[in-house]
């Protein structure tokens, strides 16, 4: 992307997390600006969702800085917390209450007024087709019914920063078009959205940058062009082609001749 | 069949590396079999030696009786929750192509190394050690009983299958917890009350031959046990004829078994009774009380919104079910301690010794729910604190709910046993030490909860609490709190004590409002330094209830 959208949202300074003797993020730093929707990319195991477990304060890094939205996630935790939604890679919700039940005390816990929570919660709920649900209890929800309410809840009180781990994983092609679209408007209006996938095509199509990371660091970061021309030869080559070549990634095209 | 040796090789590696993976699950079963096999060999010599001094036929129908006690264990277990066996996850296998009643048969003999199969078997070594007379006797019995150990095992496995939906849906779980703890307490109050009231003058050999049982001759149990009682009388065209009855029964088990495993791989698992449409009523019908208004006029939002949901968890998680039932169970207990008669003797003297301990008991039969105020979030945990809420307002909020909650459950149950003792001397003055004490109990608690937060973890429908590697730690935690909270609350006993005692009765007016001042003044302690301490240690209490196996 040439053009710098807004001022930086999020800044992450060498981020290190170690659990143990493995370093699961090795040195991390980016800056995302205002209404990005940066992809954040990597094969499995390369340390996505715990960066992005950091950025949101959910967990602690070994080393480094993180500031969201100017605040500074070590010292102003709960500043932070205001500005941004989250929706983890596990939907992990209060599942003995129904999603209308959740989503109004999430937007309570947010500090919203009880009548606009449930103004916002029946929008939400009609977007993500949850509607006919809403009194079921969470637990007798299938995945991408849960993963639907997780995001729901993520957007009910409108904030500045959304991360999403792998957002689309479990959810029917309808809900990630109307989702894609919700998306798409929220950046428009300068919401910053931090983005992981393991699909390549809709971090194409969704994307203005992105940053593939591999082992803990990152391999490659910027608009999918700047990436192109970031590899020799880059031409026509698709996100797919610079991820592979990026994490150095076996194809299995010169092996299982059995197969 | 070379699979049934693969799948025996897959249920040893699996039994083995889980030891391996989790020493403290093989510290937790050596612990278990210190306790339970010594019971086992006991029951197997008490049963073994009433089988040789018994008379034939007393020791054909205790025999009876035992496999009867035996069966009912098998069957019943599994739908309580308890697996007994791997094979449990049989459906796992049906992805291969292997022939279902393959699957089945493997799973049958991989079941031959499980506890609670090695557990059994001393209990069949006494069948043999007290009946065989003979060798061809001896040939008879041991086919009888093998017999009967597979067909128990297969119709185990057949209940299992026949309803893997029901049994692996949350509403059956949730009964179950409450179904398993209340079998417990009925068991509790049988072995608590037939020796008071059946020990004298009870005949045993009657109850044995008692023509009410005679509908076990034709089951499993009652086809092995004629068997063998036959074999023993050397009748041995009978005893060959039961078990040709028990062969055919073991088989048609075993294909039974085999068609389930069949409808099982072709996804018609039988009776998954989750109701997907119309949307369930669940939600609202268990939401009583905390209609949005009213909470949220008298508290501040985050308060509101943090009680309202505990409270909705109240009456839908099983967790508190559970630690309901748990205080019912102590409470039955304190009942039959001191209430009942013993052995049709009158009661044991009641002094108001008694009332004061049973408050002290009831005020401490609640930690397992004070000392864990985020255990019942879980995952979810997660959720809570990505909420840029005052952590003092959700801590409030949760320790409201369960005040009321405690308070109301206790105070009812002190209420009930002043009436069935019929002394009401002091009761509220029990009532409010009880109440006032449980503020320093929730102060506690709140400390405890985030210094030492814990994970629950459902296994049947039993709730285990485990603290992602502090092991015993965490008990003696959780004991060394107990025991801070005793002394904390000697001020507000002393309050309530001395003058109901010793000293005239208007001194209340002054020591009551103190000791409610002190309870208060500790539980605002708690909140200043849980407030802060939450902020810094949510990263750790979230590792600590997401930690995996």
Redesign the interface.
Known sequence: MEEQIGEATIVANGLVKRFGTVTAVDGISLVVREGEFFGFLGPNGAGKSTTIKMLCGLLRPTAGAIQVANFDLARQPLEVKRQIGVLPEEANLYERLSAEEFLIFAARMYGLPLDEAQRRTTDLLELMELTDDKDKLIVDYSMGMKKKTALAAALIHRPRVLFLDEPFNGIDPVSVRAIRNVLRQLTERGTTIFFSTHVMEVAERLCTRVAIINHGRIAGEGTIPELREQMAGGGDSTLEDIFIKLVDAHTGDDTLNWL | MPYLSLLFGLKWKLTFRGFQRNKLALVGTVLALLFVAPMAIGMAIGTGVLYHVLAFPTNAALLRLVLLGIYGFWLLAPILGFALNESYDITKLLLYPIAPRQIFLGSLFSSLIDFPVLLTLPLFLAVLLGFVNSAPGAILMLIALVLFLFHTLALSQAIILASVGALRS?RWRDIIMVLGPLIGLTFYLLTQLAPRYLVNGVNWQRILENPCWNWVNYTPPGFAARAVGAAYAGAWWPAVGFLLLLTLVTVGTIYLAGYLVQLVSVGEGVSNP?R??P??????QA?PATS??AV?RWLP??V???A??EW??LF??PFFKMSFMQMLYMFVVIIVAVVLPRHGGPGMELGAVTLWTATGILLFGGTMLTFNIFGT?G?????L?????SRRQIIFGKNLVMFLAEATVNVALLVTLHVLLRNFAYLWQQTLLLVMSMLVLIAAGNIISVLFPMRLVMQGWRMQQQSAGKGCGRGLVVMLGTFCCLLLSLPIATAVIVPTYWIPAYWFALTLPLAAAYAGSIYWFSLQITTPML?QR??EI?ATL?AEE
């Open positions: 949350r989750v997907m449409h949307a369930s009523p669940t939600a609202r939401a949005g208004s949220d939002p985050v509101a919104a943090v309202e949901k909705k968890y839908r998680d979030d995952i979810a945990a997660t959720t604190f990505l909420f840029p809420s902020m949510e990263t979230m997401l």
